[in-house]
């Protein structure tokens, strides 16, 4: 991390100790950052005709082949944190709107695979392009390495956050 090692960490509920340590102005900006992005989603997702999961699982089958992955639905059950009734009604309404396909593994014909269509991508550039469109201008300001500086904070935070879902409690079931 970015930070001295050896550092102490503040103890769990010690408010003050949190809002003296440096960055927390920071993440409260990435918060009204997340909650802007949020916002935008809810109402090109709505112009669409989507929920708000359906938009999280085609994001995650378009970044899982993207990066050379595959996604399933057990897999996409766990990302998204649903129950499999949920994920069930989730990937059965989006191959019925066109926008996943569900197949199954040429090795073993038992798992099943998605993959987006090219509804699904024409439907995504509709949606964030003009977001997109936006930001583009505000990045190019900065130089390369102020960029992957930047890249390595977002991706460290990223998994920070996974970290401490991960270490919640977990029910059951969740959905």
């Known amino acids: 991390m970015f930070g001295v090692p ?14 003296s340590s440096p960055g927390f102005e920071l993440l409260f900006l990435l918060q009204k950052f997340t909650t802007e992005a949020e916002r935008y989603s809810e109402v090109v997702r709505r112009q ?3 929920a708000r999961n359906d938009i999280h699982a085609i994001n995650a089958v378009v970044e899982a082949e993207r990066t050379g992955g595959v ?3 057990g897999g996409l059950r766990e990302r998204l944190v649903l129950s499999s009734a949920a994920m069930t009604a989730v990937l059965d309404r989006l191959e019925a709107s066109g926008h ?4 199954h593994s040429a090795e073993d014909r038992r798992q099943v695979l998605l993959a987006a269509t090219p509804s699904a991508r024409v439907t995504g550039r509709e949606m964030f392009d003009p977001m997109v469109q936006h930001m583009l201008p505000i990045l190019a300001q900065y130089t390369p390495e102020q960029l992957d500086l930047v890249t390595g904070l977002i991706r460290q935070l990223t998994l920070a956050i996974s970290e401490a879902r991960e270490a919640l409690p977990h029910g ?4």
């Open 172 to 175: 059951e079931d969740e959905g």
């Open 48 to 50: 669409h005709g989507l």
């Open 71 to 73: 996604a399933t639905p």
């Open 6 to 19: 050896d550092e102490p960490q503040p103890a769990p509920g010690d408010r003050e100790t949190l809002r």
């Open 100 to 103: 996943l396909e569900r197949r």
